[in-house]
């Protein structure tokens, strides 16, 4: 069963700061994996999607990379900003378009 | 254009009691999803549909039903409601071929 975790499970950093999220799954048979920002009482919004063949994918000031081997994918953010502050989650996805999320990570950014 | 749209934001429900959540879109979006979001558990997929009239279990299907008798419709129903089902519901829709899953706000249900 495909597991996705995580870590860390919150993190706060001050204002300008470079930071990375990591996330990791246990099956390597993906199609794809796929980068969410959820800000609070809101739905998911798509950041950034890396296919199975593909390393990494960058978007702005994000820059996400896929391990598929080893089951890793991390999301850098450069720069942080107040506005980054939100909840990102990571999501693996398999057959037909059935996506398995990750926990999320809390992001506060202070200004 | 509104996107995905969630009929109501939030509501409060006693055990045993029924009710049905609406999804919908305007996007003409073949697929559409049902997922509940609970504390450290991340989003997990209830019930999908691949187009009109078709509907299929995702991972956690208990104690919920669902129908997509129109396009742009797709409704969550609780029978008797539990309070193992307070959660917080998601909808979600793509076109097919597409993995841009577009989602709604999401409904805050507590089930007491």
């Known amino acids: 069963k495909q597991e996705v975790t995580q870590i860390p499970a919150a993190l706060s950093v001050p204002e300008g700061e470079n930071l990375v999220l990591n996330c990791s799954f246990t099956?390597?048979?993906?199609?794809?994996l796929q980068w969410f920002r959820q800000d609070p009482g809101k739905g998911l919004t798509s950041l950034l999607l890396?296919?199975?063949?593909?390393r990494e994918q960058t978007s702005g000031r994000l820059n996400a990379s896929l391990d598929k081997s080893s089951g890793r994918s991390t999301l850098y953010i450069a720069a942080s900003q107040p506005g980054d502050s939100a909840t990102y989650l990571c999501?693996?996805?398999?057959?037909?378009?059935?996506?398995?999320f990750g926990t999320g990570t809390l992001l506060a950014v202070q200004p | 254009n509104a996107g995905v749209t969630q009929t109501p934001k939030f509501r409060v429900l006693k055990t045993g009691q029924s009710m049905t959540l609406l999804c919908a879109q305007d996007?003409?979006?073949?697929?559409m999803y049902w997922y509940r979001q609970d504390p450290g558990m991340g989003l997990r997929l209830i019930h999908y549909?691949?187009?009109?009239?078709?509907?299929a279990k995702g991972e956690v299907p208990d104690g919920y039903n669902v129908s997509r008798l129109k396009k742009q419709n797709f409704l969550l129903g609780l029978e008797s409601a539990a309070p193992s089902q307070t959660s917080v519901y998601f909808c979600?829709?793509?076109?097919?071929?597409?993995?841009?899953?577009?989602f709604g706000p999401g409904t805050r249900l507590t089930v007491t």
């Open positions: 549909s691949v187009g009109e009239g078709t509907t």
């Open positions: 099956d390597s048979a993906i199609y794809n």
């Open positions: 979600a829709s793509n076109l097919a071929g597409s993995y841009e899953q577009y």
């Open positions: 996007m003409n979006h073949e697929y």
């Open positions: 890396i296919q199975s063949s593909q």
């Open positions: 999501a693996v996805r398999r057959a037909t378009n059935k996506l398995i």
